[in-house]
């Protein structure tokens, strides 16, 4: 059969559950998660290969509004470029819950080419499934879904026909990866951002989104160990304090969890060395967000 390759954007706002979406498209976790928003800083790209079909997913940040700093902007601008090029876009909103944010990733769907799906996420929490075709087609003025997807990504409710959906729109193509390939992120990408997934579970309430880490040193011993060594910035004296916690508890905490993840994900030993450093302003730094990789322009 002919080879056939899609590549498939995920957008919508903060929250509603793209991240977990893709990682249950694939198998597998590559984009890390948590209950608070903007957790996704930039996008993820997964691939999907099964037989002649390629499906190449775009995890991206969430669209938001009426924050000015320019990590903000960033954020935006990439989830933005994800639409270019792309064979489908998958708009994920949460239920029936509509805010002036799922209407800047309406907007932004309905501008470009591609087909575009209204996924309609977390459904085995309504109470009436009936309402969801009214719900859509009161959307649809201002966008043409070529389809209403309900689906529950946690529970992996509907995903099968999202699937076969994305499948049908594929065109005849040669595979962009190899079929062993699940990502074009780097090991050493992942290790930063698993450091970053346990920060925000932890202390998501008390630092949201004041925290930013760098991967400063990535290497694999003769015994075919890793030892990485991973900064985390955070912009004020009294932030490091809470990130270290009392005797050292808490960063100690973080980079247990962060260390037996990679483990599991790249199936070595992994040495972790964490260390925590004030950069003021850091957030609003565009000099400074693309040294930490927070760049759209950049390498995916």
């Known amino acids: 059969m002919p080879e056939k390759c899609a590549l498939v954007a995920i957008i919508g706002r903060p929250n509603v559950g793209k991240s977990t979406l893709m990682n249950h498209l694939l198998g597998q976790k590559l984009s890390i998660t948590s209950r608070k928003p903007q957790t996704t800083r930039q996008q993820i790209l997964g691939v999907r290969t099964e037989g002649s079909v390629q499906l190449v997913f775009i995890d991206t940040p969430g669209l938001h509004s009426g924050q000015p700093k320019a990590m903000n902007r960033l954020m935006n601008k990439a989830a933005l470029s994800a639409l270019r090029d792309v064979d489908v876009t998958l708009l994920l909103c949460d ?3 509509w805010t002036e944010e799922d209407e800047l990733a309406l907007v932004a769907a309905s501008k470009q080419g591609a087909s575009v799906a209204l996924v309609i996420n977390k459904v085995d929490l309504l109470t009436d499934r009936e309402a969801l075709l009214p719900f859509a087609a009161s959307l649809s003025d201002q966008c043409a879904f070529d389809a209403v997807l309900p689906i529950s990504a946690l529970r992996q409710q509907g995903l099968s026909e999202l ?5 049908g729109k594929a065109p005849t193509s040669p595979h962009l990866f190899p079929e062993d390939h699940i990502t074009d992120k780097s090991q050493r990408f992942f290790a930063g951002e698993l450091v970053r ?5 932890q202390l998501g309430d008390e630092l949201p989104y004041s925290t930013a880490v760098e991967v400063e040193s990535f290497s694999e011993n003769s015994k075919g160990v890793l030892h990485i060594g991973v900064l985390v910035l955070v912009e004020r004296a009294g932030q490091k304090k809470i990130l270290i916690g009392e005797s050292g508890g808490r960063i100690k905490t ?4 962060a260390r037996k993840d990679m483990e599991r994900m790249f199936g070595q030993k992994v040495m972790l060395k964490l260390w925590v450093k004030v950069k003021a302003g850091w957030s609003d730094d565009v000099r400074a967000l693309k040294t930490l990789g927070l760049d759209p322009q950049g390498d995916r």
Do not use: F, Q
């Not at 699937?163 to 499948?167: A, K």
């Not at 997934?197 to 579970?201: A, N, S």
């Not at 973080?254 to 969890?257: D, F, L, P, W």
């Open 95 to 97: 239920r029936m819950r």
């Open 163 to 167: 699937i076969r959906y994305v499948e």
């Open 197 to 201: 997934e346990k920060i925000i579970r």
């Open 254 to 257: 973080i980079g247990t969890a």
